[in-house]
Nanobody
Framework: QVQLVESGGGLVQVGDSLRLSCAAS????????MGWFRQAPGKEREFVAA????????YYGNSVKGRFAISRDNAKNTVSLQMNSLKPEDTAVYFC??????????????????WGQGTQVTVSS
């Protein structure tokens, strides 16, 4: 079983930066694709970013490409999301998610097996 705990959300201004972290339990963390998704009120859950088990491959949703960066530290079982140039439309609950080991990258939330509780990010104009 994998447990994921997000941290780092908060209220920021337009143009600010914020870094989210996700702490994961589980011995097979380094073999699992990790992802970040977000969900705004009244909207569907949206893919934000994903990273391969080794950290060598990263993937981004079009709305965050060039502004967000995903990274991981397998020694510490953590994955992070650095968010720069934040916009009001980035306001959402952000979720950390993990696939079972040895599964490839996916943009679909249904393909992820473990989820954190979410952390709120609010970008004020």
């Amino acid at each position: 079983q994998v447990q994921l705990v997000e941290s780092g959300g908060g209220l920021v201004q337009v143009g600010d930066s914020l870094r989210l972290s996700c702490a994961a339990s589980g011995r097979t963390f380094s073999n699992s694709v990790m992802g970040w998704f977000r969900q705004a009120p009244g909207k569907e859950r949206e893919f934000v970013a994903a990273i391969s088990g080794s950290g060598g491959a990263t993937y981004y949703g079009n709305s965050v490409k060039g502004r967000f960066a995903i990274s991981r530290d397998n020694a510490k079982n953590t994955v992070s999301l650095q968010m720069n140039s934040l916009k009001p439309e980035d306001t959402a609950v952000y979720f950390c998610a993990a696939r079972r080991p040895y599964n490839g990258n996916s943009y679909r939330s249904d393909d992820y097996d473990y989820w954190g509780q979410g952390t709120q990010v609010t970008v004020s104009s």
